[in-house]
């Protein structure tokens, strides 16, 4: 069965896709805001930032081993995790 015609407003839903897309960033941000310094700054380097930073650039951007970097990005993935939406993305194997 074809879907019904929506025959809503399209600055409406702009604006509605707009707070929406504000909320997450909110959400984001806060949980971001939550983290250490240090896990703050690796998933800067790693997701935030134009040009992707490799565990060695972190490394030698925050002073620590690549290997520690690797170890330390897990579990700044899973503190962020953990704070976003009070876990909402939190999956259970």
């Known amino acids: 069965m074809p879907k019904g015609i929506k025959h809503g407003n399209k600055a409406e ?15 984001i941000l806060t949980a ?18 134009q040009d992707h930073y490799s565990n060695y ?3 030698r951007e925050v002073g620590y081993s690549e290997r520690s970097i690797q170890r330390m990005k897990s579990e700044a993935l899973i503190e962020f995790a953990e704070a976003y939406r009070n876990g909402k993305i939190i999956a259970y194997k």
């Open 32 to 49: 971001l805001m939550s983290l250490s310094i240090i896990s703050r700054q690796i998933l800067h380097y790693s997701f935030c930032v």
């Open 13 to 27: 839903d702009a604006l509605i896709q707009m707070m929406d897309v504000e909320a997450e960033r909110d959400a």
């Open 57 to 59: 650039k972190i490394a």
